[in-house]
């Protein structure tokens, strides 16, 4: 089982861009899934394969008939959609009205996305963007079949405080209270800190010391480069070597990281044509580069 749920508490901190770029460098087949309850970006920032825009008919929206009458993981193979680049997306609801057609199916999709490195036939890792979830967001539901819930945040002293706030307030929510470092639960709870990274020594040991003192049983698992020419070349919009920049460097760390340490638990590997690297060793979500 490997979901991975991305979110922040609040602003916008890249969670995006974050997803993306993990997704881009996934060392298996990988589904990147908008699941955020207030509309995906993708659909407006990147092109299809066959060099067009993505149909936004196809992917959450559509999942939610299908759901309804129960969901077996291979099925959300059928709402699935290839970025330009190579990279699976089951593209975001265009605007939170559309996620009333979701209410009471965020457990049922949770356990699909969980289930579906099982699958026999075309196994894969998701990589899920929830956006912002402060206040009670729907897509939380998810997060108890997931392996990982990482709060992205970026390291100005209000960012911090909040995502400390927010991953004790999760430990609470899915763990039922307060934990120490020793006394981690599943899923885990993790930050990833977007910041300068001349910076990020300091302020990772920081940022660690401050989840600790606080017994939110979270720790920081890695940094993601603010990098806003990367960002704009794994979009597409400007050109360059997408696997030079700092911010899929970054990300390639993170995901080594994150291999080395809870790769023993996804053990099922992946397969077949989908989520295959592109020329320069990262799958841009873009038009080109």
């Excluded at 995901?255 to 841009?284: E, I, K, M």
Aim: with cysteine; aromatic share 4%; proline share 6%.
């Amino acid at each position: 089982m490997a979901l991975i749920a991305l979110a922040a508490d609040k602003g916008s901190p890249g969670v995006t861009t974050t997803a993306v770029a993990l997704a881009a460098v996934w060392p298996r087949r990988v589904l990147l899934a908008e699941t955020d309850p207030a509309g995906g970006d993708l659909v407006y920032r990147s092109a299809a394969a066959h060099g067009g825009p993505l149909n936004p008919n196809t992917g959450m929206l559509s999942i939610a008939a299908t759901a309804r009458r129960g969901l077996v993981p291979d099925q959300i193979w059928d709402h699935v959609q290839p970025l330009s680049g190579g990279l699976d997306v089951l593209v975001g609801l265009a605007n939170a009205e559309q996620a009333a057609g979701l209410a009471g199916l965020w457990p049922t999709l949770g356990r699909a996305f969980a289930q579906l490195a099982d699958s026999e036939h075309a196994p894969a890792d998701v990589i899920a963007d929830c956006g912002r979830i402060s206040g009670d967001v729907p897509a939380v539901e998810m997060f108890a079949q997931a392996a990982l819930v990482l709060l992205v945040a970026r390291t100005e002293p209000e960012a911090i405080a909040r995502v400390r706030d927010r991953a004790a307030a999760l430990t609470a929510k899915l763990h039922g209270g307060p934990r120490g470092a020793g006394a981690l639960g599943t899923p885990l709870i993790g930050v990833l800190l977007v910041t300068d990274p001349g910076d990020s020594a300091k302020i990772v040991h920081q940022v660690n010391d401050m989840l600790v003192a606080a017994q939110t049983g979270a720790r920081v698992v890695g940094t993601i480069a603010a990098d806003s020419t990367g960002a704009e070349q794994l979009a597409g919009r400007k050109r360059g070597r997408l696997d030079k920049s700092l911010l899929i460097r970054s990300a390639r760390k993170v995901t080594s990281d994150l291999y080395q340490q809870f790769g023993a638990a996804w053990s099922v590997p992946a397969g077949g044509p989908h989520g295959q690297a592109g020329p320069n060793g990262a799958r841009p979500a873009g038009a080109g580069r």
